[in-house]
Every structure is written in C-alpha cells, then in structure tokens.
C-alpha cells in the first residue's frame, strides 16, 4: 500500500467517525434539550468513537466498501439511545420529528462547511495537505450519502421515524399500523436494497445535492 493510499484510508476512516459519531451525538443531545437524559446517563454524548462503534455499521459495512474499491465509505454507529416518550411528553410529537431529524441535520451542515473549505485545500502541496483535502472531500461525500441513506422512510432508518411521528401528529393511525407490521423486517429490506442495483435509485439524491454544495 503506497504513502498516499495510507492517507487515503485514514482519511476516510476519520471523516467516517465524524460523521457517524456526530450524526448519533446530536440525537442524544436534541432529545436532552426536551428533557431526556437517557443518553446523557449513559455516556452517549461523548466523542469518544469506543462508545459509539456498531459491529456492522462502524465496521463491517465500511470494510465491506473498501475491499469492493467503493469511491467512498459510509456506515453508521451504535443508535443512541432515546426515551421517546418524555420528549414526546415534554414537545409534543413534533420534538419526537426533531430528534429524528436531528442526526441528518447535523450531517447535511457538516457537508455543506466542508464544501465551502474544500477550494482552501485545492490543490494539496504536500502530504499534509493532501491528507487534509482528501478528509475534507471524504467529509463532504460521506455525510451527503449519510444523510441520504438514513432520510430513506424504512425502519429503523431516521427517515421512517420521522414519518412514522409525524403519522401519529396527523392521526393517520392506519399508516402507523402499516409501519409497526413491517418495522421487524425492516434490516432485511434495507440490506435487499443496499446489495442490488437498486440503490442507485435510492442514492441518487447525493448526486443533486453534491451539485448544489460543491464549488463548481
């Protein structure tokens, strides 16, 4: 392995954990702000990325991706966890909607910040500042997909939570019975999805959106 595909690979690795790592922080920390601690007592808001590793989203999808020379890693961390009920009880189901969203929003920032920083670092005039250009480009990619990938309406997805509440807002009370009847079989769909050349389908938002963030 050459001295720039080591750089590579770290590089995306850390922009991976920034991403994933982020993503659940800002759960924990939305649903803290409606009055849930429960992420808070169980040291869940930390960045240290031990507490946050998923045997298969933090690492084997990831390595998964790098042995399939995939242009980019995405993957997830270990869910956050959430009492849905107090912030439920403390906002109302639009709170419920926010927390959700919130970890998609946290990524979709953080893409467009890198974005607006990825001219600074073109082009790179050492080994330093490649790595720091293909971080800041892995950034940008990887938390556009990650935003993407989780706005998908499947369960557990952060996509099919957010409906699923906002169901409950409206009282549309036949789509939550339809989402609770298929929320068991929800990591088979995804997975089905995410090996079959449908998911070109489902991830064709991160072209649109890339094309809007990006310098041109």
């Keep these: 392995m050459s001295e720039l595909e080591i750089i590579r690979v770290v590089a995306s690795i850390l922009a991976l954990m920034i991403a994933v790592i982020g993503h659940e922080i800002m759960h924990g920390w939305v649903a803290y702000k409606y009055g849930d601690n429960t992420a808070k007592y169980a040291g869940r808001l930390s960045i240290n990325p ?6 298969v ?9 790098y042995i399939m020379h995939a242009p980019f890693l995405f993957g997830w961390a270990k869910p956050v966890p959430v009492n849905m009920q107090t912030v439920i009880n403390r906002g109302g189901y639009g709170a419920a909607i926010a927390v959700s969203l919130a970890g998609i929003t946290y990524n979709l920032i ?10 600074l670092a073109y082009p790179p ?31 557990p997805l952060d996509g099919s939570q957010a409906l699923n509440f906002l169901a409950m807002k409206m009282k549309w009370y036949r789509f939550v019975e339809f989402y609770n009847k ?25 072209g649109v959106i890339l094309n809007l963030i990006l310098p041109s």
Excluded: E
């Design 50 to 55: 031990i507490v946050h590793i998923d045997p």
């Design 182 to 206: 298929i929320y068991p079989y929800g990591m088979i769909i995804l997975f089905a999805i995410l090996f079959t050349p449908i998911a070109d389908i489902f991830f064709a938002p991160v």
């Design 110 to 119: 953080i893409a467009f910040l890198f974005a607006t920083l990825l001219p």
């Design 57 to 65: 989203g933090t690492l084997l999808i990831p390595a998964v991706l």
């Design 125 to 155: 005039h050492s080994m330093i500042g490649a790595f720091f250009y293909l971080l800041i480009a892995q950034s940008v990619m990887i938390n556009v997909v990650l935003a993407v990938f989780n706005l998908w309406p499947i369960p």
